[in-house]
Nanobody, 120 residues
Framework: QVLLVESGGGLAQAGGSLRLSCAAS????MGWFRQAPGKEREFVAA????????YYADSVKGRFTISRDNTKNEAYLQMNSLKPEDTAIYYC?????????????????WGQGTQVTVSS
């Protein structure tokens, strides 16, 4: 059983920044997804175990950066230039069997989610 614990959500103003963290042990590819009220859970970013390849949704490319520190068993999502449409619950997820990295059904382990609210 993989336990994922997110932290770092909160309230930010448009144009501001937040950094999310996810504690997880094991050789997993990690992803961040988000779900806004009334919408489907959508892909945000992913990173392979070694950290040398990353993937982003077009909506966050250039603003968000995913990274990981395997010595600390943590993954991060640095979110800059935040927009009100980034408001959602953000989930970290882990997978041993990635294919596209963008499909939520590839991820077998999920955190509890952390709320991010961006005010205009």
């Amino acid at each position: 059983q993989v336990l994922l614990v997110e932290s770092g959500g909160g309230l930010a103003q448009a144009g501001g920044s937040l950094r999310l963290s996810c504690a997880a042990s094991g050789r997993y590819a990690m992803g961040w997804f988000r779900q806004a009220p009334g919408k489907e859970r959508e892909f945000v970013a992913a990173i392979i175990w070694g950290g040398t390849s990353t993937y982003y949704a077009d909506s966050v490319k250039g603003r968000f950066t995913i990274s990981r520190d395997n010595t600390k068993n943590e993954a991060y999502l640095q979110m800059n230039s935040l927009k009100p449409e980034d408001t959602a619950i953000y989930y970290c997820a882990a997978t041993l069997t990635p294919r596209t990295y963008r499909d939520r059904y590839e991820y077998g382990y999920w955190g509890q989610g952390t709320q991010v609210t961006v005010s205009s």
